[in-house]
């Protein structure tokens, strides 16, 4: 007798190939947050979805603004971890000068007198920690098995120093409650003034005019002085974006070059002061103390005028075993905002766009 062979037909359920209760599975089916999970091509053939899904190897982290601390202000982390306070001194001096007579003597002439005074700027640290567990191992460990790699311990660090940076960068613009850390945009014994909307200005050529006789102005109030011309202008986000999306135009609107007029004033200024760029950062805005105005910032940018002094700008204490899990201490410290001459730092405070 020869082999006996039956054919056998996939059917959906309920017909000829439907699973039935003798296979032990009915019950399986029955429960629909588990039935969607399973794909039926046979009464002898189950594959679970999660094994047909195609699993993207990249995770796709959430962005957050970008951290511009330097570009606005020159970052300073050369001091010693170990000091209480940053200092350092002042220093002027005045020297007399006569007409000598013929006839006199040496100690008739007039002599000289020069001043010193000190500034100090205390440390504080900011301290936070992240933690897991044995089970949080052991569980990426099955997710990085089943998916995209989970390094626990790698994610919560770069957590923790993300946010790190991201509090220096506001303590260095607005300070810190509880402290006396000074923000860089209300700093005291730095000059300002107010000036109308740039936003509201559609003509190309009245907003270049004002752009750069405020300028002009400055570079005039500093008397010579030209180690302390700005050359860095921090915009709020909304007056830079409008005065570089704005063509360059004469009166009535004429096209004149298909630059915007930030481009036009950035090379205009530059004939003055070669190094001069426009920058813009978030906490411009409506940054004025009265909350009404957005506060713009007219500086040298350099150290001989002002910094950011961070003496532990970020560290991870080595990993702390606590009973089943594992403690990571982090820790930063710094003096935040430090100006040495406020004569080399100037507010212009920008109306708003009229609603």
Request: hydrophobic letters at 40%; one cysteine or more.
């Amino acid at each position: 007798m020869g082999n006996i062979w039956q054919i056998r037909h996939d059917g959906a359920p309920g017909g000829s190939g439907a699973l039935q209760s003798w296979h032990g599975l009915s019950r399986v089916f029955a429960d629909p947050v588990i039935a969607h999970q399973f794909r039926q091509d046979g009464v002898d053939t189950m594959i679970l979805q999660q094994q047909l899904e195609e699993m993207e190897a990249e995770v796709f982290r959430a962005i957050y603004p970008t951290i511009k601390t330097p570009q606005i202000i020159p970052i300073d982390a050369s001091g010693d971890p170990g000091a209480e306070t940053y200092a350092f001194g002042n220093q002027d001096g005045v020297a007399k000068w006569g007409l000598l007579a013929d006839d006199a003597r040496g100690n008739d002439a007039p002599s000289q007198e020069i001043t010193r005074t000190k500034d100090v700027f205390r440390y504080y640290s900011f301290a936070h920690a992240f933690s897991y567990t044995i089970n949080d191992l052991r569980r990426a460990a099955l997710a990085s098995r089943n998916g995209p790699a989970l390094a626990l311990e790698v994610e919560r660090a770069l957590l923790a120093r993300r946010t790190a940076e991201e509090l220096q960068e506001k303590i260095i613009a607005n300070g810190y409650s509880g402290t006396d850390l000074q923000p860089l945009l209300n700093y005291s014994g730095v000059g300002s003034e107010d000036v109308a909307s740039w936003e509201d200005e559609t003509d190309g050529e009245t907003l270049l005019a004002a752009i750069v006789g405020t300028f002009m102005k400055r570079i005039s109030a500093l008397g010579g002085a030209e180690e302390l011309y700005p050359n860095r202008w921090v915009l709020p986000p909304s007056a830079y974006f409008h005065a570089a999306g704005l063509p360059m135009s004469v009166a009535g609107g004429t096209l004149v070059t298909d630059r915007s007029v930030l481009d036009v004033a950035t090379n205009q200024l530059r004939r003055i002061v070669p190094d001069f760029e426009f920058q813009y950062w978030r906490y411009c805005t409506l940054a004025e103390p009265g909350g009404s105005r957005h506060r713009s910032i007219l500086y040298r940018y350099s150290t001989d005028v002002l910094r950011a002094k961070i003496s532990v700008p970020f560290e991870m204490l080595p990993v702390q075993p606590e009973g089943f899990g594992f403690n990571v201490p982090c820790h930063f410290r710094l003096a935040g905002t430090v100006i040495h001459r406020p004569v080399g730092v100037y507010y212009v405070d920008i109306a708003p766009k009229t609603p």
